[in-house]
């Protein structure tokens, strides 16, 4: 089935340990974006990419990484891991970022429920 | 940077009943969107907003863009028990990043 693939859906990692939660879409869809989900905080923005070779930080940037060396594949990688980035992490891609892309919304993964422990 | 504050955070209502919430912005947004969550799943688009004063209905939801740009509400009217879920509000500023940002939710709960 088309749409946005996350892998994976459960991991529980002690702190220090690294980790590369990945992300796939098979709809050719130019824009990847990374939110992580905490309560009472809605989705906050970690990392974006416009396109194969280009990514961005966004609102939370610090402790993650990401690269974007295909049209169909964002991971995220988490280079030390604190208790502080336990959360729900969600993948979501979109055609490209003008308004026609915006009709359709962004497609989002399932998510990955990541605990530090 | 640019921040949304959604209200109610939750509610909890009796079936038939209709549902209101809403987002402001400190700043203006171009675009306002409204997303459901179920549990265990990412948020779904319910309704995009493009102009100041659009109103748009998706079956028994209603939005608005406000004419400030700054704030959007979403109703939901008649409400039935497959109605909850996690309602949230994103908005895109000026920039052509693509960039959503997101209010904290509206928790919905609806007793049959």
């Known amino acids: 089935n088309a749409g946005v693939t996350q892998t994976p859906k459960f991991q529980v990692l002690k702190t220090g340990q690294s980790m590369t939660l990945q992300c796939a879409q098979d709809m050719n869809h130019e824009y990847m974006s990374w939110y992580r989900q905490d309560p009472g905080m809605g989705l906050r923005l970690i990392h974006y990419?416009?396109?194969?070779?280009?990514?961005d930080q966004g609102e939370v940037p610090n402790g993650y990484n990401v690269s974007r060396s295909t049209t169909e594949d964002f991971p995220l990688r988490l280079l030390s891991a604190a208790p502080s980035q336990t959360s729900v992490y969600f993948c979501a891609s979109t055609r490209n970022i003008g308004q026609a892309a915006l009709a359709n919304g962004y497609t989002f993964g399932s998510g990955t429920r990541l605990t530090i422990v | 940077g640019q921040q949304l504050n959604q209200s109610p955070q939750s509610m909890f209502i009796q079936e038939g009943e209709d549902v209101s919430m809403n987002c402001t912005s400190s700043?203006?947004?171009?675009?306002w969107l409204w997303y459901k969550q179920e549990p265990g799943e990412g948020p779904v688009l319910l309704i995009a907003?493009?102009?100041?004063?659009e109103l748009t209905s998706n079956g028994r939801l209603t939005a608005q863009f406000g004419i400030t740009r700054k704030d959007s509400f979403l109703n939901i009217s008649a409400s039935i028990p497959s109605d909850v879920g996690i309602y949230f509000c994103?908005?895109?500023?000026?920039?052509?990043?693509?960039?959503?940002?997101f209010g904290q939710g509206t928790t919905l709960q609806v007793k049959p």
């Open positions: 907003l493009y102009k100041a004063g």
């Open positions: 700043s203006i947004f171009n675009t």
């Open positions: 990419s416009v396109g194969a070779g280009i990514t």
């Open positions: 994103a908005g895109r500023g000026s920039s052509n990043t693509g960039k959503l940002i």
